[in-house]
Nanobody, 117 residues
Framework: QVQLVESGGGLVQPGGSLRLSCAASANIFSISTMGWFRQPPGKQRELVARITRGRSISYADSVKERFTISRDNAKNTVYLQMNSLKPEDTAVYYC???????????WGKGTLVTVSS
């Protein structure tokens, strides 16, 4: 079974940076697209960024030019570098992964990012 473990969340000041990591317990051939979602307090979950195994990338408009998603296929790990953080970035961030060929969706437990002075 695929298991996702996030790390890197915490409390940062506005304008600061954090890097989130998510390690998947699966081999390189079973994991396809990986991504990051977030759920701000009192709001619905939203897609932040996603990246395919071939490193095709898409971002939400709200984080474009500030966040960078990347992955290390050898380590089955996806990263989210978050720069110029704003209070509205405060949310629980969830790692997501798709397993092929059956399109099974896996989720991490989430890591809290709080942007506040």
């Amino acid at each position: 079974q695929v298991q996702l473990v996030e790390s890197g969340g915490g409390l940062v000041q506005p304008g600061g940076s954090l890097r989130l990591s998510c390690a998947a317990s699966a081999n390189i051939f079973s994991i396809s697209t990986m991504g990051w979602f977030r759920q701000p307090p009192g709001k619905q979950r939203e897609l932040v960024a996603r990246i395919t195994r071939g490193r095709s990338i898409s971002y939400a408009d709200s984080v474009k030019e500030r966040f960078t998603i990347s992955r290390d296929n050898a380590k089955n790990t996806v990263y989210l570098q978050m720069n110029s953080l704003k209070p509205e970035d405060t949310a629980v961030y969830y790692c997501n992964a798709l397993r092929l060929p059956d399109y099974t969706n896996y989720w991490g437990k989430g890591t809290l990012v709080t942007v506040s002075s």
